[in-house]
Nanobody, 125 residues
Framework: QVQLVESGGGLVQTGGSLRLSCAAS????????MGWFRQAPGKEREFVTA????????YYADSVKGRFTISRDNAKNTVYLQMNSLKPEDTAVYYC??????????????????WGQGTQVTVSS
């Protein structure tokens, strides 16, 4: 089993910034992909961003391109999500996701094997 613990959520005003972190522990893999998804009330969980093991491949949802940046520190088994220029529509519970690196970098929730508990991000207008 892999445990994922997110941190860094909170309340911020429009235009503000937050940095989320997700630390992985437990079962080890030689390489793995990590991603961030979010879910707003009454909506389905949606892809935000994902990063390959080396960090050389990064993918972003169109809605966050240019504002959000994903990065990782493999020595710390941690992935980060820097969120700038936040908008009220970014309000959601943000989930960290993990999957062994077998099929590239998935962009759909069903392809991820492990999930964090989620952290709330609220952007006030």
């Amino acid at each position: 089993q892999v445990q994922l613990v997110e941190s860094g959520g909170g309340l911020v005003q429009t235009g503000g910034s937050l940095r989320l972190s997700c630390a992985a522990s437990g079962r080890t893999f030689s390489s793995y992909v990590m991603g961030w998804f979010r879910q707003a009330p009454g909506k389905e969980r949606e892809f935000v961003t994902a990063i390959s093991w080396s960090g050389g491949r990064r993918y972003y949802a169109d809605s966050v391109k240019g504002r959000f940046t994903i990065s990782r520190d493999n020595a710390k088994n941690t992935v980060y999500l820097q969120m700038n220029s936040l908008k009220p529509e970014d309000t959601a519970v943000y989930y960290c996701a993990f999957t062994p690196d077998r099929v590239g970098v998935p962009l759909t929730p069903g392809m991820y094997a492990y999930w964090g508990q989620g952290t709330q991000v609220t952007v006030s207008s």
